[in-house]
């Protein structure tokens, strides 16, 4: 049975130039197959690579946004696995679908985690599953771990990690040396990322809309509020609802209290302006979980919702019109600015808490219940 992937489906059984061929696993991203065939043909990375490419200090460099294409040709070359498998191990192919063009060379890139190099250490946002590396025969890095809007692991259902549980530190495989532990362990603290760590429940909003983005990628389209969308458009309307909360969060000017209770004990007063590639993986989880609940609002209790609370065509769009069709639609149906609707006592966000839940939604709380109540007591 072929291995399975969810973003690409690696190289096996290389015809190699290397003393130990190294297979590309399925979804792993490229500086991760690298380390691997450094410590497989009994090298430190950094001698590895400065074998291959003597021209730059790679590992100085996020190599996996954009490797130069003679480096990707000279790889394929050495490894025997294709040019084309090699750039689908990079974050460029992913990046470019969601930008819908080419991705800028210097600046962060949008939806992407940045890893922040400076020189050889990282004090970035990359993300691993503890779970994944505690059982990968040979543990390894996965693309998906890159994606902004990535904070679960879905397929072990349990929150992703940013820093080493025990130490804080960022990860930093690349200074890993042929006499170390392994990647799965911590370059700075040498103790295991992956045994004996906690693993926390998934915000169950923020894991619906990252398997939904992930399935608008596939697809290369999507719709939403019955309008057809390209991958694009989808991003802006999650970034829509990001930025939203955010601004409300801010301007308080929108009780969040009951629709996302969590918010305002995470943020507290230091939201700030970072952009949310950059901040911690709670903060960002949080965000794109009140993101997923508003995106599962039909059109009409999403209208009625906003409309009650106060937030006029003006409040939500304040750079204008959209350009995006659904949120265009969504704009066109509230209130406008000149309109003054009276803030009832009902708060609708909060009385959204209270409408009538469909038997499907009780059940995922009532899973999510037990699995809180069986955690506390583990604990
Ligand atoms: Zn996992
Ligand atoms: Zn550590």
Redesign the pocket.
């Known amino acids: 049975m072929a291995p399975s992937y969810s973003w690409h489906p690696g190289a096996f059984r290389l015809a190699s130039r290397w003393a130990v061929p190294t297979s590309l696993f399925p979804d792993e991203i490229l500086s991760s197959w690298l380390l691997r065939a450094a410590l497989a043909n009994g090298c430190d990375p950094l001698a590895f690579m400065g074998a291959i490419w003597p021209m730059q200090r790679v590992w100085t460099m996020d190599l996996d946004r954009h490797p130069k294409a003679e480096l990707i040709d000279k790889l394929s070359d050495l490894s025997g696995a294709t040019a084309a498998s090699l750039k689908h191990a990079t974050l460029h192919p992913i990046a470019q679908l969601v930008l819908s063009t080419a991705p800028p060379s210097k600046q962060s890139w949008p939806w992407i985690l940045s890893v922040g190099s400076r020189n050889r250490r990282r004090i970035g946002r990359a993300q691993y599953c503890p779970r994944c590396l505690a059982t990968d025969e040979s543990p390894f890095f996965r693309l998906q771990w890159r994606f902004a809007w990535h904070s679960v692991c879905t397929r072990h259902d349990c929150q992703l990690l940013e820093a080493?549980p025990?130490?804080?530190?960022a990860l930093e495989p690349h200074r890993i040396l042929v006499t170390g532990n392994g990647l799965d362990y911590?370059m700075?603290?040498?103790?295991s990322?992956s045994r004996e760590v906690p693993s926390q429940t998934p915000l169950p909003d923020a894991q619906r809309l990252q398997l939904a983005t992930d399935e608008v990628l596939r697809a290369k389209q999507t719709v939403y509020l019955d309008k057809e969308i390209s991958v694009a458009s989808w991003f802006a309307v999650v970034k829509f609802y990001i930025d939203l909360v955010r601004r409300a969060l801010r301007a308080q000017t929108i009780s969040l209290e009951a629709f996302a209770p969590e918010l305002t004990v995470t943020f507290r007063n230091d939201l700030g302006f970072v952009p949310l590639e950059k901040l911690a993986l709670r903060q960002r989880a949080h965000l794109l979980d009140c993101a997923g609940r508003f995106m599962l609002l039909p059109f009409e209790q999403l209208v009625s919702e906003f409309s009650a609370a106060g937030l006029s065509r003006q409040a939500a769009f304040p750079s204008g019109m959209p350009d995006v069709p659904p949120l265009r639609t969504l704009a066109e149906a509230l209130p406008d600015q000149g309109i003054r609707r009276p803030v009832t006592q009902r708060n609708p966000l909060r009385a959204s808490h209270f409408r009538p839940r469909s038997q499907r939604e009780v059940e995922r709380m009532m899973r999510v219940l037990r699995r809180r109540t069986s955690a506390d007591t583990d604990s």
């Open positions: 080493c025990h130490c804080s530190s911590c700075e603290c040498d103790r990322l």
